[in-house]
């Protein structure tokens, strides 16, 4: 096993998910100021991004701004022949420029949460609202994996 990971040390290969202590963070992340989306929704992202980009709340000066664009929708499947649904699905869209230092990266990620229509309307309700929230978690967790091999890319540049 060891020999087989020989070659990875020389080539500059660093995992992008452990190696690092509690309390580390990636300071080119943590440079990054997340610029408000509306709606709720929005909010929610905003918040979740924030979070991931700089977890600990260091005080790093602003180098980047992200702007993010969020954009959500609902399909019912599942239809019965009295034309109710019993299935439907979050699509969750989000399309960011990430600009500043003389950077400009912009790109994308898509998602889709589902859940199951019930009888009563409070489950469904709630059962809309939690895979909306799934939907915006996926899609805070896709966009920071792509700043974060953008910024290692970046730092290996260097």
Known sequence: MALAATPLAGCG????YGGATAGEYDPTLAAIKVQPIQ???GQMLELALREKLNPRGAPVPTRYNLIVVLTLSRADLGIQRNATSTRSEINASASYTLSGDGVSVT???HTVSAFNLQNDAWAATVAEDDARER?????ANAVVLQLSLWSRGRAAAR
């Open 39 to 41: 709606d709720r929704e």
């Open 135 to 139: 939907a915006i978690e996926d899609l």
């Open 107 to 109: 790109g994308q990620s």
């Open 13 to 16: 290969f660093h995992p992008l």
